[in-house]
Each structure stands twice: as C-alpha cells, then as structure tokens.
C-alpha cells in the first residue's frame, strides 16, 4: 500500500502496529536490511480485490487540524503478468479558525509480477486545485537491482535506483514472508512513484504471524469471512529520505496484512495529524488469467 496515503504518511501508527518504534536514520536501518530484491521463489496468494476505507481523525495535530473524515478506495487487479493498483484517497480537514480544507490525492500504477517493471501515475488535489502531479516508469536491470526512474512529468528527468530497490507490490511480499519466517525487522529502499526523489529508505517493525484463530486481535477477519481463515501480521513502516543526515522519518503507517495482501487498521501520520482507517468493504475480484 503507497505511503501518499499519501499518499506525506504516525505517532498513531506506533501504537496500532504494537507499540513498535522506529527511531533510527537510513545509515542504521540499511545495516540491518535483509537482502532484497525479486527472487525466485514461488508466489503469494495475492488476491485482486476493490477495498473501501473509512477514515477519521486519529491524534489531532494542535489548532493545525482539530477535525477530519475520509474515505480510501484502493483496487488491485491481477492483469495476469501484473498487478494494476488504483488508490483514491479523499479527506475533509477543519482547523483551528474552522476553516475547511478538501485534499484529493490519486494514484495508479502497473507493477510487474518479477518486479522488475513499474509506472505510476500521481495526481494531489486541495480544494479541486491540482497541487502535484507525477507520471513515468521506474525499471531494474535485474533481480536486486539497480534500475532507474523516468520521470516524464510535471518534467522529464531520470534518476538511478539503488541495489535492493523493491516497488510496491513486491514490498509487500517482502514484509509477509518476513513475517511468515518470524523476522521482527526488515528493511530495503522502496519506489513507489509518489515523490520525485526517487526511492526511500523503508523500515518495517514485524509484530509476530498470528493464526486464523487469533480473531480477537483479528478484527477483520470476524467481520469478512473471506479473511477468518487466513493468518496475519501486524507491521509498522517508516519512511526515510536517503539523505545521510535524515534522522527522523518522512512518513509511517501502521496496518495489519493478511496472507493474500489485503490490509486492514490503518494508521496513517500525514506529520502534524493522524488518520485512522477502517475496512468497511472488501470484494475479491475474479481472476481471469
């Protein structure tokens, strides 16, 4: 799931993803990275799905915002040799003065299933202005990189992705099968096109693999069927600038992944607010390949 949820993504998502903090900069994370990068192993049982969120405010960020509501709707389709994502995300802020603000931000992207191809497409919206916009393609030279990005709008630029650069899709797969092998910490650089600094630095805290029988801290699993029988795990990931003297992270969310790649509890820190989601419709879709 993209960070611009940012769409920039929590001192609420410490403590959804089990009280696991995440303080350290790149340099300390990436030396207690795992190897990344596509690999052949077999894959997940993703599934294509059309997942609606409610929001509301989580921690308020002072007289910045005081209130806040919202909606997400993100779809994943399997498009046989990818994963076609689309994610609308949709919030109404009051402040302080009771002014009222209405930010739009949509995202799509067509991942490949080796992870080796991507394009993004990236649009932000305040009050029906467009605020930014991101489009272009993103590629490895092999599994585990490196690759590159090219950005062909708001301007055509180009910009080298590291060793071990993971997109979204693939992150994801990364952070279960971490999880699956009891690994508490991973970390890899992430592009997701939603920035045009080409990729982050991510740092994910694993909070165990609970069992399909774990519904009591399963919420979603007892309130869709189609998720009682599937284990889980709760994470907490934080985004950092590659810069070297990046201390704190840009963007967090916490969330729980089941084992085909659906999420639920979200916890989403925009910096000086949090947002709260919650799973209120899930459709599995067809796959037709």
């Avoid at 191809?117 to 490895?140: I, K, N, S, Y």
């Avoid at 399963?218 to 810069?243: E, Q």
């Amino acid at each position: 799931m993209r960070r611009t949820l940012t769409f920039s993504l929590l001192s609420a998502a410490i403590a959804a993803a089990g009280a696991w903090v995440v303080t350290a900069g790149p340099a300390v994370a990436a030396s207690q990275a795992v190897a990344t990068g596509p690999a052949a192993e077999p894959a997940l049982p993703f599934v294509g799905q059309d997942a609606f969120y409610q929001l509301k405010l989580g921690a308020p960020g002072g007289a910045d915002v005081v209130a806040g509501t919202g909606r997400m709707g993100y779809e994943v389709i399997d498009a046989c040799n990818g994963w076609a994502v689309r994610q609308r995300l949709d919030m109404t802020l009051i402040d302080g003065d009771g002014a009222v603000t209405h930010t739009v931000s949509d995202y799509a992207t067509w991942e490949a299933k080796d992870g080796l191809a991507f394009r993004f497409h990236t649009v932000d919206m305040t009050d029906g202005e467009v605020d930014d916009r991101l489009d272009g393609e993103a590629h490895l030279d092999r599994p585990g990189g490196p690759g590159e990005v090219n950005y062909t709008a708001p301007k055509k630029m180009t910009l080298a992705l590291p060793p071990g650069t993971m997109f979204p899709m693939w992150q994801t797969e990364a952070i279960i099968r971490a999880a699956q092998a009891g690994k508490r910490f991973i970390a890899m650089p992430l592009f997701d096109g939603t920035g045009d600094d080409g990729a982050s630095l991510s740092s994910v805290a694993i909070v165990g693999w609970d069992p399909p029988a774990a519904l009591h801290v399963n919420a979603g699993a007892s309130r869709f069927p189609v998720l009682a029988g599937l284990p889980s795990t709760r994470v907490h990931v934080a985004f950092f600038s590659r810069k070297p003297d990046t201390i704190t992270p840009d963007f967090e969310i916490g969330m729980r992944y089941f084992s085909n790649g659906v999420a639920d509890g979200l916890s989403m820190n925009f910096g000086d607010f949090t947002m709260d989601g919650h799973l209120v419709r899930l459709t599995i879709l067809p796959n037709h390949c």
